[in-house]
């Protein structure tokens, strides 16, 4: 009956020890691709970053070259204006109508 009983309870804590190991083993799997996944995540999100940050340079050199050639158009207006001849004015017709002719 002892015996039985010690074989029993070696047997019952056999049983316990490798379900432990098994749990540890699951565990540590888990861990592991948990950390893969979020190597993978923080790997996509600096990616995000990167681009996000491509774009607003991009974005930031675009509206400099608008800037310049609008700088540039503006100035070659400004000479054309001065160059241009200025419109007579006629005092003949003020505003545009013929008064007092007959």
């Known amino acids: 009956e002892t015996r039985e009983r010690k ?4 047997k019952e804590m ?7 190991l098994e749990k540890m083993q699951l565990q540590e799997k888990a861990e592991v691709k948990y950390n893969e ?10 990616e995000k970053k990167k681009k996000k940050k491509e ?3 991009a974005w930031e050199v675009e509206q400099q070259e608008k800037k310049t050639r609008s700088e540039k158009i503006f100035k070659e207006w400004l ?7 200025r419109p ?3 005092d003949y017709f003020p505003h545009g ?3 007092g002719l007959y």
């Not at 074989?7 to 070696?10: A, T």
């Not at 996944?37 to 600096?46: H, Q, S």
Request: hydrophobic share 20%; no cysteine.
């Open 37 to 46: 996944w979020l190597k993978k995540k923080r790997a996509e999100e600096a």
């Open 7 to 10: 074989q029993k309870r070696r």
């Open 88 to 90: 007579v004015s006629n």
């Open 14 to 20: 056999v049983e316990k020890a490798t379900r432990e």
């Open 79 to 85: 000479q054309n204006a001065r160059n241009k001849p």
């Open 55 to 57: 774009k607003e340079k």
């Open 97 to 99: 109508k013929s008064t």
